[in-house]
C-alpha cells in the first residue's frame, strides 16, 4: 500500500516542491512505495524557477507539478495521507484543515528550511541557496525513506519524524 506524504508550505512554490521532487526522486530510484504531493494554505499559482532548476540538475523530472491549494487534499477524492510534512514557519504556525489518513488523522511533523528566495548575492546566490535547501531536504527524505513505514504505529512514527526534524 502506497505511502502518501502531504508537503505544505504557504506559497507552495519553492520548499514544499523541492520536497515533493526529492521524496518521489529518491523513493523511485530505491523502489519504495511513497508518493509525496505538495501544496499551499495560499498557493501564488506558479512554482519558482530557481526550485525547478535545482531540481532538473539532480535528475527530477517536474513537467507535472504545478502549485496547489491544500484544500485539494481534503476532498474524500484525495489520497489518504499518513504524514503531512510543514517546511516554512508560516504554514507550521497556521491552521491546518483536516487531512485524512488511511487511519485517520495523518502524523504531523514540522521540517522547517530558510526561505531560498531571500538569499543575497543575486542569481548565483539564490541558486546556491536552493540547492543547498534541495541537499538539506534529501538527507531528510533518505532518513524518512529508511524507516520501516508500514510496520510503524503512529506513535512510533511521529517520534522518529521528530528526531530527524532535530538532525
Known amino acids: 500500500m502506497t505511502t ?67 484544500d485539494e487534499f481534503t476532498t474524500p477524492e484525495a489520497p489518504p495521507l499518513s504524514i503531512v510534512i510543514t517546511v516554512c514557519d508560516s504554514a507550521a504556525a497556521e491552521a491546518c484543515p483536516v487531512f485524512f489518513g488511511g487511519n485517520g488523522q495523518p502524523v504531523k511533523v514540522h521540517w522547517g528550511y530558510p526561505d531560498p528566495s531571500n538569499a543575497e548575492g543575486g542569481d548565483e546566490g539564490k541558486r546556491r541557496a536552493f540547492e543547498l535547501t534541495r541537499q538539506a531536504i534529501g538527507y531528510r527524505m533518505l532518513q524518512l525513506l529508511a524507516l520501516p513505514l508500514h510496520s510503524m504505529d503512529k506513535a512510533q512514527l511521529q517520534a522518529v519524524l521528530q528526531q530527524i526534524a532535530r538532525s
Not at 508537503?7 to 515533493?20: G, K, P, Q
Not at 508518493?35 to 532548476?53: I, M, Q, V
Open 4 to 70: 502518501h506524504v502531504l508537503i505544505l508550505c504557504t506559497h507552495n512554490s519553492a520548499r514544499s516542491v523541492l520536497a515533493e521532487g526529492m521524496l518521489n526522486h529518491l523513493a523511485q530510484q530505491l523502489g519504495q512505495d511513497v508518493k509525496a504531493h505538495s501544496a499551499g494554505s495560499a498557493p501564488s499559482g506558479r512554482l519558482n524557477p530557481f526550485a525547478l532548476e535545482a531540481l532538473a540538475n539532480a535528475g527530477v523530472d517536474t513537467s507535472a507539478y504545478r502549485s496547489k491549494s491544500w
